[in-house]
């Protein structure tokens, strides 16, 4: 074949470091918007970003030559550091060392997307604990509770 094509969507989930609430809401579309860029800059197309002061969630579709690894590493990675340089939240954690992925089918995305708009909403009654064993058990993952968190 002469060219590679690849539609392969994910739903990201990650927390900050020991969950702590540590993005506000008065500067969490500033991180959404620097984590787009990021994403623009290394070709991938991004569905939507949300979350709580605790965790946010991507459904992205990556760019063919980039492993999701990488992809996390380099979101989180690059986040952290401005979000250290740009002092935009207090006593700022870092992530947490793992992440949740998991895929979608393309009639799934839409779904997905509003999931992740409404999770303000969502986190009113469930907490990210619940939400995070939810998707894990939702998509055949077997954990260990004492190395979930």
Known sequence: MANSYTQILYHVVFSTKN???AITSSRERDLYAYIYGVNQELDCDIKRIGGIENHIHIAVSLNKSLSLSNYVEKIKTASTNWIRREKIFENWP???SGYGAFTMNWDERQSVIEYIKHQREHHKTVSFEDEYRA????AGIVFDEKYLF
Not at 135 to 138: I, R
Request: net charge positive; glycine share 10%.
């Open 94 to 96: 870092g992530w947490q």
């Open 19 to 21: 969950r702590l609430p």
């Open 135 to 138: 998707l894990l058990t939702k």
